[in-house]
C-alpha cells in the first residue's frame, strides 16, 4: 500500500524553525515529484515547495529563501526545512506525491508560528 506519512510539525515562535519529513513507502515505481502544500486556516491549499526526480526545485514566492526543499532517495524521504517563520507559515503542511501519473496525499501536519 502507498502511502506518505509526515512528521515534524509543532509549535514555535515567530523567527524560528521547523524541519518536516514525509516518509514514502510502498512505491514499486519512480516518484516523478513530491512536493508539500500548505492550507492555512480559511484559505485553499497552496504549493510550498516541488522537488522534481531530475532535482530541480519550485517555491512558493512567499516562501523563497526562506524554506528548502530536500530528498533523501535511500530513504525515500523528502524534506522541508523551514527557517525564518512567520505567522503567515501557519498551516496544514500536506505531502504530496506523483508516481506513474498518480498523484497521493499524506494525511499533513500541523504548523503554528506564534508571533
Known amino acids: 500500500q502507498r502511502q506518505l506519512v509526515e512528521s515534524g510539525g509543532g509549535l514555535v515562535q515567530a523567527g524560528g524553525s521547523l524541519r518536516l519529513s514525509c516518509a514514502a513507502s510502498?512505491?514499486?515505481?519512480?516518484?516523478?515529484?513530491m512536493a508539500w502544500y500548505r492550507q492555512a486556516p480559511g484559505k485553499q491549499r497552496n504549493l510550498v515547495a516541488v522537488?522534481?526526480?531530475?532535482?530541480?526545485?519550485n517555491y512558493a514566492p512567499s516562501v523563497k529563501g526562506r524554506f528548502a526543499i530536500s530528498r533523501d532517495n535511500a530513504k525515500n524521504t523528502v524534506y522541508l526545512q523551514m527557517n525564518g517563520l512567520k505567522p503567515e507559515d501557519t498551516g496544514h503542511y500536506t505531502c504530496?506525491?506523483?508516481?506513474?501519473?498518480?498523484?497521493?496525499w499524506g494525511k499533513g501536519t500541523l504548523v503554528t508560528v506564534s508571533s
Open positions: 510502498g512505491f514499486a515505481r519512480e516518484i516523478h515529484a
Open positions: 504530496y506525491a506523483n508516481s506513474d501519473g498518480l498523484e497521493y
Open positions: 522537488m522534481y526526480i531530475g532535482g530541480s526545485t
